[in-house]
């Protein structure tokens, strides 16, 4: 098979090309920008606004078949170079490569890995915030196995330890009984709190139900929330606040029927708490809250944070916290959060399945983790399928490092560096991202990819492995408005030493800018990059709306160390 490899001396040019304009809709920009940095504490919104294209398959489906890359075969030299230049632009120096770390596993992670408890035993039935009550700062009090129903959110005091040795199980739904037959439906009158507004954006904004809270599952089974009582069928339930009624479409006989209540599970603004070993679940947290919400100096470790509302592990004003070792899964949004917290990091977590309830998958809160005005590292984790981005730093995130993580199969874009800076990615492996055909995604550079920077300053990505995503790396410039050091802007970016694969469907790398935000030359770079390609001839680049194939790409400045390959 044909195999070829470009590879020359070491040359940086960058050459500016012709402006194509975004079709984005600035008005909404504008209107998002100003939801995220004034809303409520906790908030980590900032929705990057991808065009609105129709699904071509159900909302929030991810393409089970995403394109594949070939093992290179053996590399030889090309005789058909362009000449090299002098270089315009010096090689990024940055901060310098950190220690490469192996991403988790999914069994060295949650309360199997918690360690012993001692202290004050909280039994079942018992009321564990009487008992945090009654003890003093930096005690610990540990659940005893078994379910713990939680009424009241449990805030401990500074420096205390709330963990588990015993895989207790910390639950805030209700169960549900009296059920009777309603023509093809079962129906329970009495549970419902009264109506109340909604929040977010959901994938379907039509119905727009994705953000009421509470969940409801039948047999420890997640039931499928509908809009109406027409729409009741087996494995969904409606819920009738007018009426105080829901109505299941599965017969609840014999089987266990619960309803998530209790908004949080353990919340406190004191320092130096340590949350170990528990499993946190069905809490009816509103949109962008957590079912867990840490504070400065907390240790969270080795939980199990799964099928609750909202988002399930949140920081707040959690500076210096660390997160690791949990296990964070299908919960109704988004796996963890961070707002406003600085130095924490977040290591060797497994971070799956989230955004169960219908958040809007492209350009909304939802899917793996999300970050906002934070820094920190977030290092070694697994990310796998979620519906929605894998790790995304939006709105003046300043400092962050996203290194050796393996982030597979989520709907979006793998990573999105978005209207931040000082961000450094590196060693992480990035395949499979951004097959979401849902309402905004699509397959254009302007949709993100494998890693997408947007809108940032000061950016070094470096020694990843992208491949089989939707698109390779997308670099993007656009109109963002203002932020805590000035204006967003695209610049010091810099692409190095990655291997990135694209051998199918319309996957492509490169840069793309709205008009008002051309890009001075010399501010990206790629360099040293290893692509690995179907063959030479395919135009798998673009340089602001100009489509490249290898050669055009080295022609345009790019890369010009890089090496291209087939096989």
């Given at each position: 098979?044909?195999?070829?490899?470009?590879?020359?001396?070491?040359?940086?040019?960058?050459?500016?090309?012709?402006?194509?304009?975004?079709?984005?809709?600035?008005?909404?920009?504008?209107?998002?920008?100003?939801?995220?940095?004034?809303?409520?504490?906790?908030?980590?919104?900032?929705?990057?606004?991808?065009?609105?294209?129709?699904?071509?398959?159900?909302?929030?489906?991810?393409?089970?078949?995403?394109?594949?890359?070939?093992?290179?075969?053996?590399?030889?030299?090309?005789?058909?170079?362009?000449?090299?230049?002098?270089?315009?632009?010096?090689?990024?120096?940055?901060?310098?490569?950190?220690?490469?770390?192996?991403?988790?596993?999914?069994?060295?992670?949650?309360?199997?890995?918690?360690?012993?408890?001692?202290?004050?035993?909280?039994?079942?039935?018992?009321?564990?915030?009487?008992?945090?009550?009654?003890?003093?700062?930096?005690?610990?009090?540990?659940?005893?196995?078994?379910?713990?129903?939680?009424?009241?959110?449990?805030?401990?005091?500074?420096?205390?330890?709330?963990?588990?040795?015993?895989?207790?199980?910390?639950?805030?739904?209700?169960?549900?009984?009296?059920?009777?037959?309603?023509?093809?439906?079962?129906?329970?009158?009495?549970?419902?709190?009264?109506?109340?507004?909604?929040?977010?954006?959901?994938?379907?904004?039509?119905?727009?139900?994705?953000?009421?809270?509470?969940?409801?599952?039948?047999?420890?089974?997640?039931?499928?929330?509908?809009?109406?009582?027409?729409?009741?069928?087996?494995?969904?339930?409606?819920?009738?606040?007018?009426?105080?009624?829901?109505?299941?479409?599965?017969?609840?006989?014999?089987?266990?029927?619960?309803?998530?209540?209790?908004?949080?599970?353990?919340?406190?603004?004191?320092?130096?708490?340590?949350?170990?070993?528990?499993?946190?679940?069905?809490?009816?947290?509103?949109?962008?809250?957590?079912?867990?919400?840490?504070?400065?100096?907390?240790?969270?470790?080795?939980?199990?944070?799964?099928?609750?509302?909202?988002?399930?592990?949140?920081?707040?004003?959690?500076?210096?916290?660390?997160?690791?070792?949990?296990?964070?899964h299908h919960n109704g949004q988004l796996g963890v959060g961070q707002y406003n917290s600085l130095k924490a990091n977040v290591t060797r977590n497994v971070i799956t399945y989230n955004n169960t309830d219908g958040f809007w998958i492209a350009d909304w809160e939802s899917g793996g983790m999300k970050s906002t005005r934070s820094s920190g590292t977030v290092s070694a984790n697994l990310i796998r399928s979620n519906k929605g981005?894998?790790?995304?730093?939006?709105?003046?995130?300043?400092?962050?490092?996203?290194?050796?993580?393996?982030?597979?199969?989520?709907?979006?874009?793998?990573?999105?560096?978005?209207?931040?800076?000082?961000?450094?990615?590196?060693?992480?492996?990035?395949?499979?991202?951004?097959?979401?055909?849902?309402?905004?995604?699509?397959?254009?550079?302007?949709?993100?990819?494998?890693?997408?920077?947007?809108?940032?300053?000061?950016?070094?990505?470096?020694?990843?492995?992208?491949?089989?995503?939707?698109?390779?790396?997308?670099?993007?410039?656009?109109?963002?408005?203002?932020?805590?050091?000035?204006?967003?802007?695209?610049?010091?970016?810099?692409?190095?030493?990655?291997?990135?694969?694209?051998?199918?469907?319309?996957?492509?790398?490169?840069?793309?800018?709205?008009?008002?935000?051309?890009?001075?030359?010399?501010?990206?770079?790629?360099?040293?990059?290893?692509?690995?390609?179907?063959?030479?001839?395919?135009?798998?680049?673009?340089?602001?709306?100009?489509?490249?194939?290898?050669?055009?790409?080295?022609?345009?400045?790019?890369?010009?160390?890089?090496?291209?390959?087939?096989?």
């Amino acid at each position: 098979m044909f195999v070829a490899l470009i590879a020359v001396a070491l040359a940086v040019v960058t050459v500016a090309y012709p402006v194509i304009s975004h079709h984005k809709n600035a008005a909404s920009a504008e209107k998002s920008r100003e939801t995220a940095q004034n809303g409520p504490s906790g908030s980590a919104v900032l929705p990057s606004k991808h065009p609105t294209a129709q699904p071509s398959k159900a909302p929030g489906t991810v393409s089970s078949k995403p394109p594949t890359v070939a093992p290179p075969k053996k590399v030889v030299p090309s005789n058909k170079l362009p000449a090299t230049t002098k270089p315009t632009t010096a090689e990024p120096t940055g901060t310098p490569p950190s220690r490469t770390e192996p991403a988790i596993g999914e069994t060295d992670a949650g309360p199997a890995v918690a360690g012993p408890c001692s202290g004050v035993l909280i039994k079942p039935g018992q009321n564990a915030q009487a008992v945090v009550n009654s003890q003093p700062a930096g005690s610990t009090v540990c659940f005893a196995s078994g379910l713990h129903r939680i009424s009241q959110t449990i805030r401990p005091k500074a420096n205390m330890t709330i963990a588990s040795s015993a895989r207790a199980v910390l639950t805030g739904s209700v169960p549900l009984t009296g059920w009777a037959k309603s023509g093809t439906r079962w129906v329970n009158h009495g549970a419902l709190p009264s109506a109340y507004g909604k929040a977010g954006q959901c994938e379907d904004n039509k119905a727009n139900i994705c953000s009421l809270r509470e969940q409801v599952f039948l047999g420890g089974t997640h039931l499928t929330r509908v809009a109406s009582l027409a729409g009741v069928k087996a494995g969904t339930f409606y819920a009738d606040y007018a009426a105080n009624a829901i109505y299941l479409g599965s017969n609840p006989a014999g089987k266990p029927v619960e309803m998530s209540k209790t908004a949080t599970a353990i919340e406190s603004n004191q320092p130096g708490v340590t949350v170990r070993g528990l499993t946190i679940e069905h809490f009816a947290s509103p949109a962008q809250a957590g079912a867990l919400v840490s504070g400065p100096n907390w240790t969270v470790k080795a939980n199990e944070v799964r099928w609750n509302k909202s988002v399930g592990l949140m920081l707040v004003k959690a500076n210096n916290t660390k997160v690791e070792r949990n296990l964070v899964h299908h919960n109704g949004q988004l796996g963890v959060g961070q707002y406003n917290s600085l130095k924490a990091n977040v290591t060797r977590n497994v971070i799956t399945y989230n955004n169960t309830d219908g958040f809007w998958i492209a350009d909304w809160e939802s899917g793996g983790m999300k970050s906002t005005r934070s820094s920190g590292t977030v290092s070694a984790n697994l990310i796998r399928s979620n519906k929605g981005v894998g790790f995304w730093a939006d709105v003046a995130d300043d400092g962050r490092v996203i290194s050796s993580n393996k982030i597979t199969g989520n709907a979006a874009d793998g990573i999105r560096f978005e209207i931040s800076r000082n961000g450094v990615i590196e060693n992480n492996t990035i395949t499979g991202n951004g097959f979401g055909t849902g309402r905004g995604s699509g397959t254009s550079l302007w949709d993100g990819g494998g890693i997408n920077v947007n809108t940032s300053a000061n950016v070094t990505v470096r020694n990843n492995t992208v491949s089989g995503n939707v698109n390779g790396v997308s670099i993007q410039s656009r109109t963002r408005g203002d932020g805590p050091w000035g204006r967003y802007l695209l610049r010091n970016v810099h692409v190095t030493g990655n291997t990135i694969g694209m051998t199918g469907g319309t996957q492509a790398t490169g840069m793309v800018q709205n008009s008002g935000a051309e890009v001075p030359a010399g501010q990206l770079t790629f360099s040293a990059n290893t692509y690995l390609l179907d063959k030479l001839a395919a135009q798998r680049f673009s340089k602001f709306g100009t489509k490249l194939t290898a050669i055009g790409w080295r022609s345009a400045g790019l890369d010009t160390a890089g090496s291209f390959s087939t096989s």
